[in-house]
């Protein structure tokens, strides 16, 4: 396990990781940016609440709609971003789980910067949703701009803004952010595709690299030895998210699930770890395993797990 713990350093690419590295790293290079954006999302609150109390006010109408569609033009991107995450994703679960090594351990070992970028997928792809989920003002703008939208249609009048989001799309924006964990739900649906598009591929070579990544976070986590080499709290939050991410994606993957006796990551060890750190801190990630998972709420999950997550 040692040489997978190296996985997380500054891992550069071999020649045979090249091409999809590169094609990652430019998907990755942007995720900095959303990530930036949506921490400094305020919403047209202000705007829309005044527009919606005084209907007969033309300018206060044409001042909540210049303040929404630059901000419906944000959420779509960040929406388009979740789609190419998704396609980077693809290219790396066909690296790690293709014939090439035996196991999953030797291919996050010999593929050590092709992991890397998988973690940093899951690390931005929680850090995304724990902010989405902490700021009401995205569906709120995005269901005011709908209801405007749609009203101006009934009266045919122009809506500038309009190209940006037709009704199809908007309608898929809508999907998305209804969920609570929506970019989290992207990678969900698209391993869960992965794996149906490749049936030639055993199962076991994406679960079991994704329950070796839980499997390596985990005792980083909780061993004293390996902690006191993180470089900065930064790294420890890091770990927990990328531990989150791959039992999000394993449950949903797994014909069982993680959270069952036959599962290979040790939920309760997992939880465990969580519960150890300063409850503020980890509370997003409780509830994307409390609400994102699929198969928490089976009979076949153990009371004990249940409770450890009530």
């Not at 150890?276 to 395993?289: F, K, M, R, Y």
Request: hydrophobic residues 40%.
């Amino acid at each position: 396990m040692g040489g997978v713990m190296r996985a997380w350093s500054n891992a550069q690419p071999t020649e045979a990781e090249r091409e999809t590295w590169k094609e990652v790293d430019v998907v990755l290079k942007d995720a900095l940016g959303i990530l930036d954006e949506l921490q400094a999302y305020k919403g047209a609150g202000q705007e829309i609440r005044e527009a919606i109390q005084n209907p007969s006010d033309e300018a206060l109408q044409d001042q909540a709609w210049a303040a929404v569609v630059p901000l419906v033009g944000k959420l779509k991107t960040f929406y388009e971003f979740s789609q190419r995450l998704e396609a980077a994703l693809h290219s790396l679960l066909r690296a790690l789980t293709s014939e090439t090594y035996n196991d999953p351990t030797q291919h996050l070992e010999r593929e050590q910067a092709l992991a890397k970028q998988f973690a940093e997928i899951l690390h931005f792809t929680l850090r995304f949703d724990e902010l989405k989920m902490t700021n009401p003002a995205i569906q709120n703008d995005f269901s005011y701009y709908r209801r405007t939208l749609s009203r101006m249609r009934i009266n045919n009048v122009p809506a500038e803004g309009e190209n940006e989001v037709n009704n199809e799309l908007a309608n898929r924006i809508s999907l998305f952010y209804a969920d609570a964990t929506p970019m989290l739900k992207s990678l969900s649906d698209g391993t869960t595709k992965f794996v149906s598009e490749n049936k030639n591929l055993p199962i076991e070579n994406t679960t079991d690299v994704l329950s070796t990544m839980a499997t390596v976070c985990k005792v980083m986590l909780e061993t004293p030895e390996y902690r006191s080499r993180f470089s900065s709290e930064e790294t420890f939050s890091f770990c927990l998210r990328v531990m989150v991410g791959v039992i999000i994606l394993y449950d949903y993957v797994h014909p069982v699930g993680a959270f069952a006796k036959s599962s290979k990551i040790d939920m309760k060890g997992c939880i465990k770890v969580l519960r150890d750190q300063p409850p503020n801190s980890v509370e997003g990630l409780l509830n994307a395993l409390r609400y994102t998972t699929k198969h928490l709420n089976d009979e076949s999950t153990t009371k004990t797990i249940k409770s450890m997550l009530q």
